[in-house]
């Protein structure tokens, strides 16, 4: 069964620190993305990527940083994390327009 | 830029009747896709259904159908014989090749399926 696995379900990390979410596929997709999920606002595209080392900015960069250095992995970076980065970040792999699948989710909170 | 509205931020519906969950989309392309994912307590996003815009007819699967107006950029999801399991979330969602085919999302509903 194809799959896209976030490293974690639940994180609590401290206001300031560094915060690495994973994401990884193993479906061979070129195309993976990083949406934050808040209550009332719906997902929200922070960045994507369409091949590796390759990276676009989605609606709200602002805080957030990604890395691509492998195809299957794609991870999501908070610099410096702040309590109004709590959220629900959900990462999703696509093959162009056929249509997504997404992890399962974190839910960050920022402390 | 392109838009996804959904104007219902909740909904009930009780098993076995049909609901009708709305959305609206905003786009100068010509060429794209239209989806709606199903989000349960899980929080596994799950592809409901799919329609590209130059297919006039309508997507069904099984129960869930749509009703897709291209000229009014609308894109319903009618849910026959509802069950317990609808329950969730319902994201209307928008994709162009121009973007990256980066999914756009309304905000949701949620939808409540009682006995």
């Known amino acids: 069964d194809v799959k896209v696995t976030q490293s974690s379900r639940y994180l609590v990390k401290r206001t300031g620190e560094k915060v690495f979410l994973e994401c990884v596929q193993d479906?061979?997709?070129?195309?993976m993305f990083w949406y934050r999920q808040d209550p009332g606002l719906g997902l929200r595209l922070i960045y994507f990527?369409?091949?590796?080392?390759?990276?676009e900015k989605g609606d709200i960069p602002e805080g957030y940083s990604v890395s691509r250095e492998k195809k299957e992995r794609f991870s999501l970076i908070l610099e410096s994390a702040s309590t109004n980065q709590t959220s629900m970040y959900l990462c999703?792999?696509?093959?162009?327009?056929?249509?997504?699948?997404f992890g399962s989710g974190t839910r960050l909170t920022v402390v | 830029a392109q838009t996804v509205t959904q104007s219902q931020p909740e909904m009930s519906v009780q098993e076995a009747e049909t609901v009708t969950l709305s959305c609206t989309y905003d786009?100068?392309?010509?060429?794209?896709?239209l989806f709606w994912y199903k989000q349960p307590p899980s929080r596994q996003m799950i592809l409901v259904i799919r329609?590209?815009?130059?297919?006039?007819q309508n997507a069904t699967e099984n129960r869930f159908s749509v009703n897709f107006q291209k000229a009014a950029k609308s894109f319903s999801l009618k849910i026959s014989d509802s069950q317990l399991g609808d329950t969730a979330m319902y994201f209307c969602?928008?994709?162009?090749?121009?973007?990256?085919?980066?999914?756009?999302f309304g905000k949701g509903t949620s939808l409540l399926v009682t006995p």
């Open positions: 329609q590209e815009a130059y297919k006039q």
């Open positions: 479906m061979d997709h070129e195309n």
């Open positions: 999703a792999s696509s093959l162009s327009g056929v249509g997504y699948t």
């Open positions: 969602a928008f994709m162009t090749s121009n973007s990256g085919y980066a999914l756009n």
């Open positions: 786009t100068s392309e010509s060429n794209y896709y």
């Open positions: 990527s369409y091949d590796v080392k390759m990276k």
